[in-house]
């Protein structure tokens, strides 16, 4: 029986030690998984055809009758949409209105897929990988919910 104790324990302890690499592994960032994601979904109109943050506020008009939004081509300019100068953007749009008092989707909501199930799925990846998600504008939002928001690269 006393054998059995430290061959348990040594077991118990190599379980726990692997447990956060398998949930490494797995865990989603914006290259292994959302900028593919963007590229298949959000490309047409976020592309590198697309005006930055900064030139779209200037022209908002002729952009959105050019049907282009504000460029999510990159990691860089995607931060601008979910934790920088227009924090909660991509989340304010992306939302399937279970955050929203009137329960209406975001306006890119139906983007995320061509079903149901399609836009559930991307969206919990998105979920994901922000981690913090909130529909808070930059103004509005604490330190700690900013903190909250993980976006692994």
């Not at 593919?36 to 952009?63: N, V």
């Not at 081509?73 to 989340?91: I, K, P, Q, R």
């Not at 975001?106 to 983007?111: D, E, I, P, R």
Request: hydrophobic share 40%.
């Amino acid at each position: 029986m006393a054998n059995r104790v430290p061959a348990l324990t040594m077991l118990s302890l190599v379980a726990f030690l692997a447990a956060p690499v398998v949930q490494a592994a797995d865990a989603v960032t914006y290259e292994n998984g959302i900028r593919q994601l963007i590229e298949k979904r959000c490309a047409e109109c976020h592309g590198s055809d697309s005006p930055t943050m900064a030139e779209f506020k200037l022209d908002e008009e002729k952009y959105k009758k050019d049907k282009l939004g504000p460029r999510m081509d990159s990691y860089e300019g995607l931060m601008v949409m979910v934790n920088g100068s227009d924090t909660g953007a991509v989340m304010r749009r992306l939302d399937d209105g279970a955050n929203t008092k009137d329960g209406k989707p975001g306006n890119m909501y139906k983007q995320l897929g061509k079903t149901d199930e399609e836009r559930a799925a991307n969206l919990a990846l998105f979920k994901g990988w922000i981690g913090g998600w909130t529909l808070k504008r930059a103004k509005d939002i604490s330190e700690d919910e900013r903190k909250a928001i993980l976006v692994p690269r």
